[in-house]
């Protein structure tokens, strides 16, 4: 048995989550060997191809995993209280239009780095960031709970499924 790490791609994102059904592996030394890309708790991940602009929050089921180079992540200095607030703001309609707008390419289109790092945040007082994320933290730790839960009993089901169809319960 060997120890093997999760590797993110643009289409493991649906909904702002993170969908662990299709995943890809790579073994811990090839992650060792990757000096950028291993993710923390509380990271913004963006999609930079194929869906520019998808986004989503990385929960503890996915720190260390790694990315792959259709996907950017933005770490926050203090991310317990800003990368929420990046999330829900980089989640509106107007940032994905401004996304899109910052992308580039013909048969491909493509959000690049240097016009990743051109965009505008708008960026209220700490206090007021402070406050926001001490009443939305226990919101995404309902939502985490809620996705945990949902993964382990579309497992179930899809266990207990075929046993059912074919008699044996």
Request: charged letters at 25%; proline letters at 4%; aromatic letters at 12%.
């Amino acid at each position: 048995y060997w120890f093997c790490v999760k590797v993110l791609n643009w289409n493991d994102i649906s909904n702002g989550i993170i969908d662990p059904n299709n995943l890809r592996y790579i073994s811990k030394e090839q992650h060792q060997s990757l000096k950028k890309g291993h993710l923390k708790e509380d990271d913004i991940l963006i999609s930079t191809r194929a869906n520019i602009g998808d986004i989503a929050l990385i929960s503890k089921q996915f720190e260390d995993a790694n990315i792959n180079a259709q996907l950017v992540f933005v770490r926050t200095t203090n991310p317990k209280i800003y990368s929420k607030f990046l999330y829900i703001m980089f989640s509106s309609k107007e940032y994905k239009k401004i996304f899109e707008n910052f992308s580039s390419g013909s048969a491909q289109a493509q959000l690049p780095m240097h016009a990743l790092k051109r965009i505008d945040i708008l960026w209220p007082e700490n206090k007021i960031i402070e406050k926001f994320s001490y009443s939305i933290n226990p919101v995404f730790e309902k939502i985490q709970s809620n996705n945990f839960q949902i993964q382990t009993l579309s497992k179930t089901r899809d266990a207990l499924l075929p046993k059912l169809m074919s008699g044996e319960i």
